[in-house]
């Protein structure tokens, strides 16, 4: 005699026990199946059949008792052993046929092949057969609430036999359906049965019992009848040999170990994701408001930072790095500002540090011409303007010596006063403008710097002579600041330095100056971008917090709601770690699609800031960063109910509600 595929000896399965009253659904099932046998287990509502399918099935463990599967003890199989059996022995059908909403007919008989590691090509051909060898070919495409109770069966028969569905475990299968669909479903496990599958049909009815070979009645637990003895089982060939005891041993820790459909079952955790985000697009949208904001902030403010820093930097390179601004300051609250006077010019000029030396006398001041008006600096400096600030002319040229000694009332203007107050001129050059009401002619144009460094108001500049600045505007001889060239860019410290001793000197030991570079202003920058990031860095984190939290909530509630797919993939053969994988890859791409639209935004943002002139320059590294930020808060707060969802026992959550 062959060994029995199903052995069972003394299957006890008790419920309750310490708080509730204790319930013995079955109380001591002898049982052998063999290949090839078309069983049929009878009995009333109540009785235990389907705590009996579900230990057969392996969805569930006996409380004491001996299964042996192919002469294998179920008992010492861990779980993803058992998701190995099922996935490659059985194959289920339940009265509520338990299909997954979300999915196509199509992508729910494929199910069990994703968990086997099945080619998508070879897995797509399969279930499209099954399909059409069930009647189903045009409906492949439609979701279970779009098909009949009967239709959905099918569906679910298909999905039984899509890994070979070697033994059929069919609990009521007809129980939901009309009497026709009943028969045609009927129909169909007759036919497998005939073609060599072995099917276990679980029924409480009678004449539908009939149509089994072999009909094994249950009552309270315990089998009253078995009429195996007058039916020897068929042994048919075709299933005959294909799960025999052989190898089982070998082929479980194969195929329990089998990695080949880690590729498949991604693609389907992120086809199933992202249904189950668009079905509920409102919700999922609102909670990821804390990431979609975290990564936007961080990636703006980066970029605003990085934006005002390269301004700096290009204001540096536009005036020379190796300038250094000379000006009065008032040592503490209570006294005057210092005056630097142009004795002092002369004596800073002999400092061998020095290359060239300017003054400069301005002041903002009304500019006029024609009925146009404009506020703009005025600056009285000598003929160093242009080498000093490298600052050439693109139209007329620069005032001269000659112009400086006779204080001509000359003037060359910035971009931005020829564009405000002579745009409609073609030739400024020779053109007069009222500056606080004193006519100077226009001798040049200076070469727009706005763009290079970032800000725009450099351009609203007009240089006249000093000493026109100082006769005809503001009755002073003194500079308001000191332009100074180091002569080395290099050692712009160490002339600040002389400049500074030689100043305290003439001041009489008095600090009622200020000395201010280039250098220096990139370093206030650098404290104020520390502080900046710093805060930045705060709202990011404090953001993802909250992103994170809003991703454990999805999660939570999804894994509540999809708790019965989730004891319907087990039963179709997925393994801890392919739910655990699933829930994970969903709780990912939530974060992901968080992280997206927070660049998106962040983007969006950035356009509006650009277009209202603010300094703004995106950095990969900070996008790319904030997105690694987003996806490790989806791995990190996913992680829980990934893990809660892949502990769920398998009946328990098939027979959730
Ligand atoms: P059948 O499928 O024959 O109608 P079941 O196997 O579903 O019967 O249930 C048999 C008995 O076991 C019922 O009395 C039922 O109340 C009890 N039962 C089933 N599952 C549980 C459970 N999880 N906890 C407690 N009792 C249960
Ligand atoms: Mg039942």
């Known amino acids: 005699m062959q060994t029995p595929l199903i052995d069972l000896q003394d299957i006890r399965k008790s419920y309750g026990g310490d708080d509730a009253p204790e319930v013995h659904v079955l109380r001591g099932i002898d049982l052998s199946i063999h290949a090839g046998e078309f069983v049929a287990i009878v009995g009333a509502s109540g009785s235990g059949k389907s705590t009996l399918m579900n230990i057969l099935g392996c969805l569930d463990r006996p409380t004491s008792g001996e299964y042996r599967f192919a002469g294998e003890n179920v008992a010492g199989l861990d779980s993803d052993e058992l998701a190995w059996l099922r996935r490659e022995a059985f194959g289920f059908v339940f009265q509520g046929y338990h299909l997954i909403p979300s999915g196509s007919a199509q992508e729910n008989v494929e199910m069990p092949a994703i968990y086997a590691g099945t080619p998508a090509a070879e897995r797509h051909a399969r279930a499209a057969a099954l399909l059409d060898r069930l009647g189903l070919a045009e409906r492949t495409g439609n979701r279970p609430h779009q098909l009949s109770g009967g239709q959905q069966q099918r569906v679910s028969i298909a999905r039984a036999l899509m890994n070979g569905g070697h033994i059929i475990l069919a609990d009521e299968p007809t129980g939901a359906l009309d009497s026709h669909s009943g028969k045609e479903v009927m129909a169909l496990l007759d036919e497998l049965a005939s073609q060599g599958h072995v099917v276990i049909l679980i029924t409480h009815d009678r004449e539908v019992a009939a149509r089994a070979k072999r009909i094994i009645e249950i009552s309270d637990g315990l089998i009253i009848s078995d009429n195996a003895h007058e039916n020897p089982s068929a042994q048919n060939s075709a299933t005959a040999g294909a799960l025999q005891a052989v190898d089982l041993r070998k082929r479980l820790s194969e195929g329990a170990e089998a990695t080949g459909a880690w590729k498949g079952e991604l693609v389907d955790a992120v086809h199933a994701a992202w249904r189950v985000m668009w079905i509920n697009r409102f919700r999922t949208a609102l909670t990821l408001l804390g990431i979609i904001i975290g990564v936007a902030s961080v990636v703006v403010m980066l970029a605003v930072g990085e934006g005002s820093k390269r301004q700096v930097m290009a204001q540096m390179g536009a005036f020379g790095s190796n300038i250094i601004y000379l000006s009065g300051a008032a040592p503490n ?93 073609a030739n400024p050059i020779g053109q007069y403008i009222l500056i606080e009401n004193v006519p100077f002619q226009v001798v040049g144009v200076l070469e727009g710097k706005g763009a290079s460094s970032g800000d725009q108001d450099s351009d609203n500049r007009i240089a006249i002579p000093y000493s026109a600045a100082s006769v005809r505007l503001f009755g002073t001889h003194n500079p308001e600041y000191v332009v100074i060239a180091a002569a080395d860019a290099r050692k712009v410290h160490e002339t600040e330095k002389a400049i500074e001793q030689l100043m305290l000197q003439l001041h009489n030991g008095k600090r009622d100056f200020e000395l201010t570079n280039n250098a220096a202003m ?136």
């Not at 400086?404 to 020829?418: D, F, L, M, S, Y």
């Not at 791995?635 to 026992?649: E, H, I, S, T, Y």
């Open 333 to 425: 609250p209570r006294t005057p500002p210092g005056i630097v006077t142009l004795d002092e010019v002369a004596a800073l000029a002999s400092l061998p540090q020095i290359n060239r030396i300017m003054p400069v006398n301005g002041a903002e001041a009304g500019v006029r011409f024609g009925n146009l008006d404009h506020m703009s600096y005025i600056g009285g400096n000598d003929t160093n303007f242009p080498a000093i600030f490298n600052w050439p002319v693109v139209e007329g040229s620069y005032f001269t010596q000659a112009d400086e000694a006779n204080g001509a009332a000359v003037a060359v203007i910035g971009k931005k006063v020829r564009d405000k107050l002579l745009k409609d001129v």
């Open 522 to 657: 990139i370093q206030a920058e650098a404290r104020t971008q520390n502080t900046l990031s710093l805060m930045l860095g705060s709202i990011a984190a404090i953001s993802l917090l909250v992103g994170g939290i809003g991703v454990m909530n999805i999660m939570l509630m999804t894994v509540r709601e999809r708790t019965r797919e989730i004891g319907i993939r087990m039963a179709t053969g997925a393994r801890q770690r392919d739910i655990l994988r699933q829930f994970l890859t969903e709780a990912v791409m939530l974060s992901v699609v968080g992280g997206i639209a927070g660049i998106a935004l962040a983007l969006l943002v950035g356009g509006v800031l650009i277009l209202s002139e603010v300094a703004v320059a995106f950095s990969l590294m900070a996008v790319v960063g904030a997105f690694a930020c987003a996806l490790v808060t989806g791995v990190v707060f996913g992680f829980m109910p990934a893990r809660k969802a892949a502990r769920l026992d398998p009946v328990t959550a098939l027979t959730s509600e």
